[in-house]
């Protein structure tokens, strides 16, 4: 079983940063993909970022893209969004997602906002 826990969002000023971590508990992170994703008031929950644990790939959305870094710690429970540049509209809910073997694992959720 995975548990997850994202900390790290709040209300920052456009052009700011913020990094958010996911955090397993139980099983660790190797070998599975870890990505996240952001849903916005009256919008659907939209892909932000990704990472295989295991071949250590990156995939991001172009709206984030060149802005927003994806990492893992050693450890194999923590992964990081490192946030740079950011815009109102990149104002969401962020969630962290664990995927293997068919098996996804959502957190709760932690809240961003960009003011103007």
């Known amino acids: 079983q995975v548990q997850l826990v994202e900390s790290g969002g709040g209300l920052v000023q456009a052009g700011g940063s913020l990094r958010l971590s996911c955090t397993t508990s139980g099983r660790t992170f190797r070998n599975y993909a870890v990505g996240w994703f952001r849903q916005a008031p009256g919008k659907e929950r939209e892909f932000v970022a990704a990472?295989?644990?295991?071949?250590?790939?990156?995939d991001y959305a172009d709206s984030v893209n060149g802005r927003f870094t994806i990492s893992r710690d050693n450890t194999g429970n923590t992964v990081y969004l490192w946030m740079h540049s950011l815009k109102p509209e990149d104002t969401a809910v962020y969630y962290c997602?664990?995927?293997?073997?068919?098996?996804?694992?959502w957190g709760q959720g932690t809240q961003v906002t960009v003011s103007s």
């Open positions: 997602r664990a995927v293997r073997r068919g098996m996804v694992y």
């Open positions: 990472i295989n644990w295991s071949s250590g790939n990156v």
